[in-house]
């Protein structure tokens, strides 16, 4: 099984004082068990970057990169991806839904992904089967606020 990997997921997972610390570093830990294999984009790798230097610094953000090269699959979006994920975003009205989320989407569609570790509501919003599970999707912190979309009709 292969499984996509949120900012939102990553964050938790670096940072001991995010609220999800715990769920994720338990979830991780629950994968590698079964040897799921992790995927993600250079545009998740960026996002978490640019958050990582914001809040923690320039060291914890070249931490983050070094980590994140041995534990995830990194698929390189390309100008075909891109472009579906601006078309979705536009489309979407949304303030709070990100184009990184978009091109997530668009990939894990194209990759016939399914499952995908995130403390994003977005996910499980687009269809997608959270990990370590859609209830726990509810609280976000800093650029993931305290905030409850519901799907446009």
Same mark, same amino acid.
């Given at each position: 099984m292969k499984?996509?990997?949120?900012?939102?997921?990553?964050?938790?997972?670096?940072?001991p004082?995010?609220?999800?610390?715990?769920?994720?570093?338990?979830?991780?830990?629950?994968?590698?068990?079964?040897?799921v294999?992790?995927?993600?984009?250079n545009?998740?790798?960026?996002?978490?970057a640019?958050l990582?230097?914001?809040?923690?610094?320039?060291?914890? @953000?070249?931490?983050?990169?070094?980590?994140?090269?041995?534990?995830?699959?990194?698929?390189?979006?390309g100008?075909?991806?891109?472009?579906h @994920?601006?078309?979705?975003?536009?489309?979407?009205?949304?303030?709070?839904?990100?184009?990184?989320?978009?091109?997530?989407?668009?990939v894990?569609?194209d990759?016939?992904l399914?499952?995908?570790?995130?403390?994003?509501?977005?996910?499980?919003? @687009?269809?997608?089967?959270?990990?370590?599970?859609?209830?726990?999707?509810?609280?976000?912190?800093?650029?993931?606020?305290?905030?409850?979309?519901?799907?446009?009709s």
């Amino acid at each position: 099984m292969k499984a996509f990997v949120d900012t939102s997921a990553l964050y938790a997972l670096m940072i001991p004082e995010d609220t999800h610390h715990g769920a994720a570093q338990t979830c991780f830990e629950e994968l590698q068990l079964t040897e799921v294999s992790l995927v993600s984009t250079n545009y998740v790798l960026l996002e978490c970057a640019a958050l990582m230097q914001r809040r923690q610094g320039l060291e914890a @953000a070249r931490a983050f990169l070094s980590q994140a090269a041995t534990l995830l699959d990194i698929v390189w979006v390309g100008r075909a991806h891109h472009e579906h @994920a601006v078309t979705l975003w536009s489309k979407s009205n949304r303030r709070a839904l990100s184009l990184v989320d978009c091109v997530s989407f668009s990939v894990m569609r194209d990759q016939g992904l399914r499952h995908v570790v995130a403390f994003d509501p977005h996910f499980h919003e @687009a269809g997608f089967e959270v990990l370590p599970g859609a209830d726990r999707v509810a609280e976000r912190r800093g650029v993931y606020r305290d905030v409850r979309l519901h799907r446009k009709s």
